[in-house]
């Protein structure tokens, strides 16, 4: 298994989405989605603001979802 991008309780910027808009979001991890399927990582985040997600051919706009590990970078630290 590869290693994580992230780990729960940290926060992490958005780097790939279907919106755009969502991309260089600032959001929380609180944990693994175990609900999510398929080969990839996913966990729960929130965000302080609204973020775009689809589901088939609706969209929402909610602060909690999940994204996929792929999609997460943890912000640079200073040294």
Known sequence: MR???C???ELAIVINSF???NIGSIVKVLGRDAKACG???FWRIHAP???NYAN???QHRRRKGSLADADLLL???EN
Do not use: C, S, Y
């Open 3 to 5: 290693r994580l991008n």
């Open 7 to 9: 780990r729960p309780g």
């Open 19 to 21: 919106d755009g808009a």
């Open 39 to 41: 080969k990839q990582f």
């Open 49 to 51: 603001h609204l973020l």
């Open 56 to 58: 088939g051919d609706k």
């Open 75 to 77: 912000p640079p630290t």
